[in-house]
């Protein structure tokens, strides 16, 4: 299945399909002022990639936070192997200072770590503004349901078993990458 930049390729075939008529019904929306200006370019513009590129691949950048550094390293090539860049902390500590740094697009978290643990980043993301929207996919050997609800109640997008399946998760990231980067798209065209 194709993927496009804002939408799942039966939406983007039938925006292809009609792009003569998409562009009259921007025009006619310009013209009798419906919608921005500055929405309509960035629609036109949107039909136009799409036309011309077909395919616009997702490409972000991943924290991976474990302590074990086998696991770490199998994240790593994985996300790399996906096309995406990564970043890797051994601790809660250490990924907290990265965010603050430099936010990701996601985050791949554990929870059993020493010094700080999954859930008091969790926690930590959530209390600050600049870090409270990244989505984040927990990744355990913690078979505990009711840390899972806690977290999930605390806006973990998912949450995996260690030992955790590769393509499981490889479709979980892509969904996650898409619905965050269809979000972001949406709230830039209100502004």
Aim: aromatic share 4%; charged share 35%.
């Amino acid at each position: 299945m194709k993927k496009y930049k804002y939408c799942d390729a039966d939406i983007a075939d039938d925006i292809l399909n009609n792009l003569d008529e998409a562009r009259e019904l921007i025009e006619q929306a310009e013209t009798d002022k419906l919608i921005g200006d500055n929405y309509a370019k960035l629609l036109y513009e949107d039909f136009n990639n799409m036309k011309d590129r077909k395919e616009l691949p997702i490409k972000a950048k991943i924290l991976i936070v474990d302590d074990d550094e086998a696991i770490r390293g199998v994240l790593k090539a994985m996300v790399s192997k996906l096309g995406h860049d990564t970043e890797v902390a051994e601790n809660g500590i250490s990924a907290l200072e990265q965010m603050e740094a430099a936010p990701p697009d996601l985050v791949l978290l554990d929870i059993n770590m020493p010094e700080m643990d999954g859930n008091m980043v969790m926690d930590c993301m959530r209390a600050n503004e600049k870090l409270c929207l990244i989505p984040v996919i927990i990744i355990t050997a913690v078979d505990d349901e009711s840390n899972a609800i806690k977290n999930i109640e605390k806006g973990v997008i998912d949450y995996l078993p260690k030992p955790f399946n590769l393509k499981l998760l490889t479709a979980r990231i892509t969904s996650c990458l898409e619905k965050k980067q269809l979000v972001e798209w949406k709230r830039d065209i209100q502004l």
